[in-house]
């Protein structure tokens, strides 16, 4: 393997390993994989951290060997050795270009701050319905209606025949704030999240509908706790509680973003 290549490749391992190794400190891993498997992201920056030492080791033998090769053939022809030259420069230049390639993405994933799914990602609209995501309906049963997030009380509305049942049940939840054409100009509005099961591949946008006087003001995607109880009504045909959010700050009141945006089903 030609020299610019060796060392081509030891850059891009050790690159690598650095931008795996920020994405863990900084906490920014989990704006694209899930929790449960930021382990493995510790394990892969280790990997390619060995796999850069290993390829600059063999790159320093290597470059020793050529050196004593060269030393021993320094009565070679001048035409030839300006061939070896120019075969050389020719394969470094190559071999510098690939890295470049392979090299801008990591470079990006510097210059770019990192921040979770917003509303920016959502295609058509935040679902109520979980569909496909029921793993975890029983733990809803376990959990006090107050300590409910938006994954949980979505789980419970479709695991529940008679919505009704939901009329006049308190909750406490935080998300984002959505709003879907219909919503625009009213004082309706929903509170979402993600739910992620790998990572912001496969993420779905989940909400529940909020009712509040001045909820028309609240800017979207600014973060939210909303408490309230929910009344169970039926727009368009189609039947869902909404939650009746407390008037004043008690209802709704302005959050950061949480630590951990994403909920995991």
Request: proline share 5%; aromatic share 10%; net charge negative.
């Amino acid at each position: 393997m030609p020299k610019a290549q060796r060392w081509a490749q030891v850059i891009i391992l050790a690159a690598m390993g650095v931008y795996f190794t920020y994405s863990l400190l900084t906490g920014n891993i989990t704006n694209y994989i899930a929790q449960k498997f930021v382990w493995l992201t510790w394990i892969a920056a280790g990997l390619l951290f060995v796999l850069a030492a290993l390829a600059a080791q063999s790159a320093l033998r290597e470059d020793a060997h050529d050196h004593d090769h060269d030393h021993d053939h320094g009565d070679h022809e001048e035409n030839e050795h300006a061939h070896h030259h120019d075969h050389a420069h020719g394969t470094g230049i190559g071999a510098w270009v690939a890295l470049g390639i392979v090299a801008l993405p990591v470079l990006l994933g510097f210059a770019v701050p990192s921040s979770p799914l917003d509303s920016r990602a959502i295609e058509g609209d935040v679902s109520s319905d979980l569909g496909s995501i029921t793993t975890g309906d029983a733990q809803v049963i376990g959990t006090a209606p107050l300590q409910r997030n938006v994954l949980e009380w979505i789980r419970a509305f479709n695991t529940t025949p008679a919505l009704d049942s939901f009329n006049g049940q308190e909750a406490n939840i935080a998300g984002f704030i959505y709003r879907n054409p219909a919503m625009d100009g009213t004082d309706q509005f929903m509170v979402a999240r993600f739910v992620m099961s790998c990572c912001v591949a496969d993420a779905q946008a989940i909400g529940l509908t909020v009712e509040w006087p001045g909820g028309a003001d609240l800017a979207e995607d600014s973060w939210v706790q909303v408490r309230g109880t929910f009344q169970v009504q039926t727009t368009d045909g189609t039947t869902r509680p909404v939650l009746i959010a407390y008037d004043g700050s008690d209802g709704v009141t302005p959050i950061a973003q949480p630590e951990h945006p994403y909920l995991y089903p």
